[in-house]
Structures are given as structure tokens and as C-alpha cells.
């Protein structure tokens, strides 16, 4: 029986989709190993289906070369299995987008997110009422250390299926910008809309991640601003979307929301950001040592643990420096540092220039705005987060990629831009 090109597309992205929607539930489990399958799905896109056009774009050949960067430093690297391991993650990911998708896959790829993203936030709710939930009743459907996630229950924290408070928070982002990007589809949000979008800012200030709710503003700023919605109405009222909530759960409708604040009141007198500036001056440290192409990627746990051994839970630091830009001048230097920049601000211009496009049209403008936001998602929350060392945060942004890629080569072939080189 001869498999349809539409069949194997929708395979990659069903594959796809249980990476970037996995976080720390059980769908975490082997999931680089799915990672390698998208890889080889795209192999198959490259050659058999003769998708090359992809390589033509200027944001896959940035792309390229990070990717060759991280695979010719994996013998300067001071831990070389980490820095090959990552290097073919991104391969594989970038490989992905060879397999030509069409406004139905991206449709398909976006309504799944949706569903989930609902999913996760009626169980963060869910936990609110049911401490015990998921560590005593649905215990094998997190993958997160059950003890962990009753410490932070303890102190008001929930992250409900997600399995842990920055993948929830992170998901909360991801589903505001898919509602705000509906604008697109009716030239206004309808009133379910806006429903969703207060249930999930009241599920992020559950999870009590001070950044991500940060972001969470500036995506709703980012709608108001691409928009052009110019009335006070209406910037008032997507502004309730925020405060509204805010002053609910604060005036205590939900007590437990407050931690949140309470984390931001903290956060504001200490001079450490949040005993963040230790591993930052470290990062400083390596980069000074080998400015130029740095010690691999992937490599700061390692190198800080023998010479600082620092002591975390009981065992040596693990968990990154929470800045990527940081980590990444240790680890690249100012080669790969620069590489990486470049190629995320050739993107983030590009997808914006193709959104104010005169003749995209209202479903090309969706995907676009989507595509923008998780970008800026991405690229903020790195500032504070782990992201671009999160397999299913590193393919959401991937998926950014891929939705725009969608978008320019439909511009493409209907003829409305007469060269693909330009983006």
C-alpha cells in the first residue's frame, strides 16, 4: 500500500506534537529518541520528497550554520558527548521543517496545542481543589519526583499535568498567544475567547513564575501593538484580561494565586536574582577563558560542578545557569553566541515584516502572529529560564520556524513574493 506524502506529514507532526506538549508528564519519557524519528522523517522530506526549497531561505541557512558551529566544536568541547547530543537534537529539529507542510497541517498542529494547553490549565485549577491529585490518585502520569511536587503544593505552588511549574507557566504563555492570535481569523476576540485567556493568566499565577507572567503581558502588548487596535475600549478591555484576574485572585477568590505576588515582592530585594547572579558570574568566568568559540555547548553543569562543586538537594548543581544568553557566551563565545543571536533576530524581523504584508491574508496572519509570540515567548523567558536545554521548549520554538517557513513558501508559490532567498 503506498503511503500518501499528507499520511507521513501528519505522522511527524502527531511525533512532533508528544515532544512539545510533553513538559514533565509521562510523555517525557524517551523522548529524544522521538526527537531522532523527526530527524529521520525529515531526511525523508529532504530527498524523497525534494523539499530543498527550504534550505534557500536566509533564516535556514543561519540556522545551518549554528548547527555546523555546535557539530565542528564537538572536539574543542570540554564535554563532547554533550555538545554532539545537542548538536544532532538541533539537526533534528531543523530537519523537521524539510517536510512541506500546508495551511491544513499547520491548522492541525495549532489545534492540538489548543486542546492541550485547555487540558493543562483545567488541571492546575483542578489541583487547587485536589492537593493530592496527581501525587496520590494519577501519580504515573507525571514524571516529576511526586515529594517535589508536594513541597510545592506546600507552598502554593501548582503545575497540574504539566508536571512542574515553569513547563505549566511556559504552556500558559504558549495558549494566551494562540487565543490572542484568533484577532486574526474574526478581527475581534469572541467571548470565549476571553475566557480562556482569564482562565489561563489565573492558571499562571498558579504556578507562581514570576518571569513567565511578565511575559505573559508583553504578549497581550504585542497583540494591542500588531494589531493597530488604536480604540481606549478595546485596549481596555484586553488590558482586563489581565488586571481583571489579578485583582480577583488578590482580593482572595483564590488565596493561593497570591504567591505569585508574593514571589515578586521577594524577588524585588534580592540583589542575587534569585541566587541566579552566582552561576551568571561564572558564565562570565568560562567566557573569559575561551572568548572566541567557548567550552561546547551544553557543558556549564559540568565545568561549574569541578571547580566550584557547588552542592544542590544533594548533588552536584545540574540544572543551568537560568539565562541562556549568558550560557551561551560560555559555552559558544562570541562565534556561536553571535550565530544564535542573529538567526533568532532575522526570524523575529522577518515574521514581523511578513505579517504586515499587504496581501497576506487572515489565516496567514494567524499563523504568523503565533509564530511571532512563541518566539518572544522564547527569547524573554531565556533571560531567566532554561529554554533553548528544554527539548519540548527548544521545539516550540522550532515550531515557530516551521509554521513561518509555511507561511513564505505559500507566499511563494501563489506568487505574491517572487524569491524565497529574502526570508
Same mark, same amino acid.
Given at each position: 500500500?503506498?503511503?500518501?506524502?499528507?499520511?507521513? %506529514?501528519?505522522?511527524?507532526?502527531?511525533?512532533?506534537?508528544?515532544?512539545?506538549?510533553?513538559?514533565?508528564?509521562?510523555l517525557?519519557?524517551?523522548r529524544? +529518541?522521538?526527537?531522532?524519528?523527526c530527524?529521520?522523517?525529515? @531526511?525523508?522530506?529532504?530527498?524523497? !520528497?525534494?523539499?530543498?526549497?527550504?534550505?534557500?531561505?536566509?533564516?535556514?541557512?543561519?540556522?545551518?550554520?549554528?548547527?555546523a558551529?555546535?557539530?565542528?566544536?564537538?572536539?574543542?568541547?570540554?564535554?563532547?558527548?554533550?555538545t554532539?547530543?545537542?548538536?544532532?537534537?538541533?539537526?533534528c529539529?531543523?530537519?523537521?521543517?524539510?517536510?512541506?507542510?500546508?495551511?491544513?497541517?499547520?491548522?492541525f498542529?495549532?489545534?492540538?496545542?489548543?486542546?492541550?494547553?485547555?487540558?493543562?490549565?483545567?488541571?492546575?485549577?483542578?489541583?487547587?481543589?485536589?492537593?493530592?491529585?496527581?501525587?496520590?490518585?494519577? +501519580?504515573?502520569?507525571?514524571?516529576?519526583?511526586?515529594?517535589?511536587? %508536594?513541597?510545592?503544593?506546600?507552598?502554593?505552588?501548582?503545575?497540574?499535568?504539566?508536571?512542574?511549574?515553569?513547563?505549566?507557566?511556559?504552556?500558559?504563555?504558549?495558549?494566551?498567544?494562540?487565543?490572542?492570535?484568533?484577532?486574526?481569523?474574526?478581527?475581534?476576540?469572541?467571548?470565549?475567547?476571553?475566557?480562556?485567556?482569564?482562565?489561563?493568566?489565573?492558571?499562571?499565577?498558579?504556578?507562581?513564575? &514570576?518571569?513567565?507572567?511578565?511575559?505573559?503581558?508583553? #504578549?497581550?502588548?504585542?497583540?494591542?501593538?500588531?494589531f493597530?487596535i488604536?480604540?481606549? +475600549?478595546?485596549?481596555?478591555?484586553?488590558?482586563?484580561?489581565?488586571a #481583571?484576574?489579578?485583582?480577583?485572585?488578590?482580593?482572595?477568590?483564590?488565596?493561593?494565586?497570591?504567591?505569585?505576588?508574593?514571589?515578586?515582592?521577594?524577588?524585588?530585594?534580592?540583589?542575587?536574582?534569585?541566587?541566579?547572579?552566582?552561576?551568571?558570574?561564572?558564565?562570565?568566568?568560562?567566557? %573569559?577563558? &575561551?572568548?572566541?568559540?567557548?567550552?561546547?555547548?551544553?557543558?556549564?553543569?559540568?565545568?561549574?560542578?569541578?571547580?566550584?562543586?557547588?552542592?544542590?538537594?544533594?548533588?552536584?548543581?545540574?540544572?543551568?545557569?537560568?539565562?541562556?544568553?549568558?550560557?551561551?557566551?560560555?559555552?559558544?563565545?562570541?562565534?556561536?553566541?553571535?550565530?544564535? @543571536?542573529?538567526?533568532?533576530?532575522?526570524?523575529?524581523?522577518?515574521?514581523?515584516?511578513?505579517?504586515?504584508?499587504? !496581501?497576506?491574508?487572515?489565516?496567514?496572519?494567524?499563523?504568523?502572529?503565533?509564530?511571532?509570540?512563541?518566539?518572544?515567548?522564547?527569547?524573554?523567558?531565556?533571560?531567566?529560564?532554561?529554554?533553548?536545554?528544554?527539548?519540548?521548549?527548544?521545539?516550540?520554538?522550532?515550531?515557530?520556524?516551521?509554521?513561518?517557513?509555511?507561511?513564505?513558501l505559500?507566499?511563494?508559490?501563489?506568487g505574491?513574493?517572487?524569491?524565497?532567498?529574502?526570508?
Open positions: 500500500m503506498k503511503i500518501s506524502f499528507r499520511t507521513i %506529514r501528519r505522522f511527524a507532526l502527531i511525533i512532533f506534537l508528544t515532544i512539545i506538549l510533553s513538559g514533565a508528564s509521562v517525557s519519557y524517551i529524544v +529518541p522521538r526527537i531522532w524519528l530527524g529521520i522523517l525529515g @531526511v525523508l522530506g529532504l530527498f524523497y !520528497l525534494k523539499s530543498g526549497i527550504t534550505i534557500r531561505l536566509h533564516t535556514s541557512k543561519l540556522w545551518m550554520m549554528w548547527i558551529f555546535l557539530f565542528i566544536t564537538i572536539m574543542f568541547s570540554y564535554v563532547p558527548g554533550n554532539l547530543k545537542a548538536a544532532i537534537i538541533y539537526l529539529f531543523f530537519l523537521l521543517a524539510f517536510l512541506n507542510y500546508n495551511e491544513e497541517d499547520m491548522l498542529l495549532i489545534k492540538i496545542i489548543r486542546i492541550c494547553c485547555i487540558i493543562f490549565a483545567l488541571s492546575i485549577l483542578i489541583s487547587v481543589l485536589i492537593p493530592n491529585l496527581f501525587t496520590d490518585y494519577f +501519580p504515573f502520569l507525571i514524571a516529576t519526583n511526586t515529594n517535589v511536587i %508536594r513541597t510545592e503544593i506546600s507552598e502554593g505552588i501548582y503545575s497540574g499535568l504539566a508536571g512542574e511549574k515553569s513547563n505549566a507557566a511556559f504552556y500558559m504563555n504558549i495558549a494566551i498567544a494562540l487565543e490572542l492570535a484568533m484577532f486574526n481569523l474574526y478581527k475581534k476576540l469572541k467571548i470565549k475567547n476571553y475566557i480562556y485567556i482569564a482562565i489561563y493568566i489565573i492558571a499562571l499565577m498558579l504556578t507562581g513564575k &514570576r518571569t513567565l507572567l511578565f511575559v505573559s503581558f508583553l #504578549v497581550i502588548g504585542l497583540a494591542i501593538k500588531l493597530n488604536k480604540s481606549k +475600549p478595546a485596549k481596555i478591555f484586553l488590558g482586563s484580561l489581565v #481583571v484576574p489579578i485583582g480577583l485572585l488578590v482580593l482572595g477568590f483564590i488565596p493561593q494565586a497570591q504567591i505569585v505576588i508574593k514571589r515578586i515582592i521577594q524577588y524585588s530585594s534580592d540583589t542575587t536574582y534569585n541566587g541566579r547572579k552566582l552561576f551568571w558570574d561564572f558564565c562570565l568566568y568560562m567566557f %573569559r577563558n &575561551r572568548w572566541l568559540i567557548g567550552y561546547g555547548y551544553d557543558t556549564f553543569n559540568e565545568v561549574f560542578g569541578d571547580i566550584v562543586h557547588y552542592i544542590y538537594d544533594g548533588a552536584l548543581w545540574n540544572m543551568y545557569a537560568h539565562n541562556i544568553y549568558y550560557e551561551l557566551l560560555a559555552e559558544t563565545g562570541v562565534v556561536g553566541f553571535t550565530i544564535f @543571536v542573529a538567526a533568532a533576530a532575522y526570524l523575529m524581523v522577518k515574521s514581523i515584516k511578513c505579517f504586515k504584508g499587504k !496581501l497576506v491574508t487572515d489565516i496567514q496572519k494567524f499563523f504568523l502572529f503565533f509564530s511571532i509570540a512563541i518566539q518572544m515567548i522564547f527569547l524573554v523567558y531565556g533571560v531567566t529560564g532554561n529554554v533553548i536545554y528544554a527539548h519540548y521548549e527548544l521545539g516550540f520554538y522550532f515550531a515557530a520556524f516551521i509554521i513561518y517557513k509555511t507561511v513564505v505559500k507566499l511563494y508559490k501563489d505574491i513574493i517572487n524569491s524565497v532567498s529574502k526570508f
